[in-house]
């Protein structure tokens, strides 16, 4: 009785249906009250938020619109005939409506509740009060469920033929903290296959993916995949061409503007996507430090504790290590510096940022003492050894080439400011978030070249007049962005003749 | 930097920004992770959730596009320069982060909560977030402290001169509970001020301001509607002209979708309007019945000491009644049914329902006992004593008069069917639940005429083929929904020879 019509707008991951307030087969105030409607046709079924629209050259009266997304997953070509009808409640309805009056649920209502999100009948709100009814109370055997719900909804990977696939993850708020780049090509050289997916930067200036398009394409298949890691042992890909937790997905782009950031969301969400993918031997690491997600060694232990707890339950053998979390890692902050960094420590540049590289090397450590054939305690060494000696450089290279030329050539963005110390002393501290914030205005991630190179590190003397940081940019508008915010603020704390003046400011544009 | 345009999108309550994927002077991606932007120009910031268009005829990409109900909020002209910035998160911020991880809040940030909501700043998942926190955890502290928020922020009514001012609100879902248009012209007879304002239905067939403009015009601006209170003691007005507690609409619009029903919520949602709309005085009426809200006597009696806690701290003189809320009241659910039979009994005809009658006996009854002129326990007397003897028609007549005509003349809906029982026996129970549910689907409210006309209630006596109740409609797409969800269960329950068996069929289309 409508015809179907596709409307240009991108609504993000909700599915938003638009119907004409002129529209004559609905009324769409009927629809109203409830905000969302069911689009039917061809036995498929798409509950989507409902817009009105009052103008006829974006939405004919006689036409159902869908969003961008919602019109990709509804799946059917424009002109065909859909009728609506009110929304049949998810299947899942109960177990939300149960969660969100702080009830426990069992297996089958994470399952339920995860197939909704993951295949999108959930609208934002929903999503919302199930993340606040988790965060309000969720029990450790809840967090397994949720977690075993997640794997269980999307694709898995499955490595034949290899009885080890190892994995590191970092728990993430440290800027420059690239060390997967560099553990990945040791942990290659060394044999054991470490077929590693990541993800692009949502809120932060680069994620291992970002930082590897730097270098190589990222956008690799799951075929072409398998045959990287068959040749070579190690990958360095963006995750997003294969749907390990496509529930994580939808529940992530709720999370971050609300700053939900549970131990049991973190735990369900990184577990669930190790798990999908194949990986058996697992690092964690966990940065702890005043700026870091984790402020204190108890925060961090009863973490440890959940992580360990979980993946036991699910098979996973898995190792927590703490790390220092007080100030970013390395110098560069953003994708073109991480790169240089990484690039650095691999080629044994003498100007290589040593915390970068013995962060790297404790991590590939531990991976590499999952091999049974490995001495116990032996670990570092071997990594060390591997760096050393260039095959891990080696093996990088063959990595980069597998996976192809990266898309463009991403340089270091033009546009740069120093911010200078305002009085003489000593860097005392450096805030993690601060220094994200700037560089992610700076326009990190989307222009690969922007960021922040750090001139001092925490313990540095440093003079009035000297730089601090440079911000680089490749855009007008992000350049005035980033160096507003570090005017407000540079996020350096700088002890001194000057009291506990964390002062600071803008030097010229060069 | 970018023009304003207005899109003629209506987006419900939340506030959406349109920006063309090939905008130049802005980055879209940029600001994609925070899924929000700052609208900024001459001074005035809106806070928007953002969607991006690749279409021209959309939005030029040189243009910021703000939804209906957006650009009206921002109230500058179209063709405004303005340009992006990062969304400062809402005052409120840190407040609303304590109540998602389940801490007590202090008034200040109720203050502070309900401030941003109440002026668009929150997204529907913020509200969702709020909203879900506080069903977790709320003191009664904080229910007052939401309470008077809530009040704080609207617009204030004041009746200078007149002592007591008099309510009366009932918690809802009982179809067919159409007292306040009986209570008001009693109450106003006697010569208390009764200036009440309603609410349209949001997902009931019907709500006071619905049904009274079946009979009169409910349009009515502050100054009339005083005018009219000064003239006849009472009024039966639309309240959405006066904003008296607007971030409580705001909080409804999420609520609703995700079945939200919490005591303090709803404690919150009545007494910050009363309190607003300048009322000394309250009676409020709670059906408990096995499909109503309240299921048992143990939950009345909760949400009763609560309603009286709030009600005394902000000095609203409160009386909480328990009536019967086992099926729906009257015969008529829908604005034209029950208009029909609020008339029988204020006509005193032998056809009135009396179970409508008594109900809204007692409650004016016990309004008028806040009379301190009227001798205890003579209310319910008074009341009677006016209504029988003509008064309480004529002040209605005269409210209705005063008020003005109704914006069409809106008669029973002409498609109709009957559901009849399958089987002889008694009826056993009457779901209020579906039955609203089945008249809402039927068109009501925003089709006048539709909706359920009952034709056996609990206890009466039916044969086999005997209507138990009415559909009626005035448009084809909604009277096969309405018949579509009656013919699936009927919501009768009639015991009876064949055991207790809920079936019942539709009847033809007459």
Redesign the interface.
């Known amino acids: 009785m409508l015809g179907l019509k596709r ?6 991951r909700e599915n938003v249906a ?1 119907l004409s ?1 002129a529209c004559t ?3 769409a ?2 629809f ?5 409607v069911e689009v039917v046709a061809g036995g498929r079924r798409l509950v989507a938020a409902l ?5 006829p ?2 939405l004919p009266p006689d036409c159902l619109g869908l ?2 997304e919602a019109f990709s997953r509804f799946g059917l070509p424009e002109g065909t005939i859909v009728r609506l009808d ?1 929304p049949h409640p998810p299947r899942s ?1 109960d177990a939300l ?1 149960a969660k ?3 009830r426990e649920l069992d297996g089958d209502g994470y399952r339920a509740i995860i197939d909704d999100i993951a295949h999108h009948r959930y ?7 199930f ?3 988790c ?3 969720m029990t450790t055997a809840e967090t397994l469920a949720l977690t075993r719900a997640m794997a269980d909804v999307g694709e898995r990977l499955e490595w034949p033929g290899a009885p080890l696939v190892v994995d590191k993850h970092c728990i993430g708020g440290i800027p420059g903290n690239r060390t997967s780049m560099i553990v990945v090509p040791i942990v290659a050289a060394h044999g054991l296959p470490m077929p590693k997916t990541s993800s692009r ?3 932060s200036p680069a994620g291992t993916a970002d930082t590897m398009e730097v270098l190589a394409n990222v956008e690799v298949g799951l075929d072409h995949m398998r045959e990287i890691v068959a040749a070579v042992k190690g990958c360095l890909v963006w995750g997003g061409h294969v749907k390990l937790s496509p529930a994580d997905d939808v529940l992530i ?2 999370e ?5 950031d549970t131990r049991e969301q973190m735990v369900a969400s990184i577990l669930s996507k190790k798990k999908a993918a194949g990986s058996t031997h697992l690092v964690i690491d966990m940065p702890v430090g005043p700026s870091a997600k984790l402020r204190s060694a108890a925060d961090a232990a009863r973490l440890r504790k959940l992580f360990e707890h979980v993946g036991d339950a699910i098979g996973l053998n898995l190792r927590v290590t703490l790390s220092d979390g007080s100030q970013p890692v390395g110098r560069g902050i953003g994708p073109v510096l991480e790169a240089r960094d990484v690039m650095a420590v691999l080629e044994n540049s003498p100007t290589a940022p040593e915390d970068l590289r013995e962060r790297s090397l404790s991590l590939a450590g531990r991976i590499l003492e999952f091999d049974p054939a490995l001495r116990g305690g032996a670990g570092m060494a071997r990594a060390r050894d591997l760096l050393e000696s260039g095959a891990a450089m080696k093996a990088m290279r063959r990595i980069m080439e597998l996976q192809g030329p990266p898309p463009r050539i991403a340089t270091l963005g033009a546009l740069q400011r120093e911010v200078v110390a305002d009085h003489d002393g000593r860097v005392a501290t450096i805030d993690c978030y601060r220094l994200a914030r700037i560089a ?2 700076a ?1 990190a991630p ?2 690969p070249g922007a960021g922040i190179d750090l001139l001092k590190k925490v313990g540095d003397p440093v003079q009035a007049g000297e730089p601090l940081y440079r911000i680089h940019a490749e ?1 007008e ?2 350049f005035r ?1 980033a160096c507003g915010l570090a005017a407000e603020a540079s996020g350096y704390h700088v002890n001194g003749n000057n009291g506990n003046g964390s002062a600071s400011a803008l030097g010229d544009i060069h």
């Open positions: 409307i240009a707008i991108g609504t993000s638009f307030r087969p609905y009324r105030a009927a109203e009250g409830q905000e969302k817009n009105l629209v009052d103008d050259a974006i969003s961008q009110h309805r409506q969100i009056e702080g609208g934002k709100v929903e999503v919302a009060a993340l606040v009814g965060g309000a109370f930067a949502i809120t782009a709720v971050r503007p609300l700053n939900i992610r205005l326009g989307f222009d855009r508008v992000e962005f």
